[in-house]
T-cell receptor, first 117, second 114 residues
Framework: DGGITQSPKYLFRKEGQNVTLSCEQNLNHDAMYWYRQDPGQGLRLIYYSQIVNDFQKGDIAEGYSVSREKKESFPLTVTSAQKNPTAFYLC????????????????FGEGSRLTVL | AQKVTQAQTEISVVEKEDVTLDCVYETRDTTYYLFWYKQPPSGELVFLIRRNSFDEQNEISGRYSWNFQKSTSSFNFTITASQVVDSAVYFCALSTGANSKLTFGKGITLSVRP
């Protein structure tokens, strides 16, 4: 089945450590996104990538980094510079960002919950 | 700039009650798309509906119905005869199509009690 796979589902980190969240999709989508979800805050965009080897900052990119070396993969690194990293992280994908038929619809993974100890 | 407002934060109902989730949006574009997503306790956002700005026809899908009114910039979602499985966080979202990112509201937590 086509879809988006995020791993790990739960992750614990000590302060000062970097952690990387994995996101893989087999939908043949060009665009991929990372969102952060906090209680009562909705979804906030961290980074997005429209094509391989290209990505842009979203609304809350500070303390995060990404790479897009393959179309299928868009890993997110939460660095020690992120002051409050405990949150639920969602990865999503969509068809080509600039495609005329792109309605903005996103397809989501099941999320990764990061807790800083 | 785009904005989506979900003024209700938490709603609690008893099973079989009808419930309406409100969504108000702002955009200057004449072409746009509105979405509702459901987030059950498992975490994944599940797509429920997409509506484009040129189609104001209301839609019904089983117990779910959506009321799109451009005059009030609203896209409300009604669940008829709610069930415990409807308990989730519901997000309304807006996009202006190509080259546009999806803008989400803050979500409404719906609890349906048996």
């Amino acid at each position: 089945d086509g879809g988006i796979t995020q791993s790990p589902k739960y992750l614990f980190r000590k302060e000062g450590q970097n952690v990387t969240l994995s996101c893989e999709q087999n939908l043949n989508h060009d665009a991929m996104y990372w969102y952060r979800q906090d209680p009562g805050q909705g979804l906030r965009l961290i980074y997005y990538s429209q094509i391989v080897n290209d990505f842009q900052k979203g609304d809350i990119a500070e303390g995060y980094s990404v790479s897009r070396e393959k179309k299928e993969s868009f890993p997110l690194t939460v660095t020690s510079a992120q002051k409050n990293p405990t949150a639920f992280y969602l990865c999503a994908s969509s068809i080509l960002f600039y495609a005329a038929e792109n309605t903005g619809e996103l397809f989501f993974g099941e999320g990764s919950r990061l807790t800083v100890l | 700039a785009q904005k989506v407002t979900q003024a209700q934060t938490e709603i609690s109902v008893v099973e079989k009650e009808d419930v309406t989730l409100d969504c108000v949006y702002e955009t200057r574009d004449t072409t746009y798309y509105l979405f509702w997503y459901k987030q059950p306790p498992s975490g994944e956002l599940v797509f429920l509906i997409r509506r484009n700005s040129f189609d104001e026809q209301n839609e019904i899908s089983g117990r779910y119905s959506w009321n799109f009114q451009k005059s009030t910039s609203s896209f409300n979602f009604t669940i008829t005869a709610s069930q415990v499985v409807d308990s989730a966080v519901y997000f309304c979202a807006l996009s202006t199509g190509a080259n546009s990112k999806l803008t989400f509201g803050k979500g409404i937590t719906l609890s349906v009690r048996p």
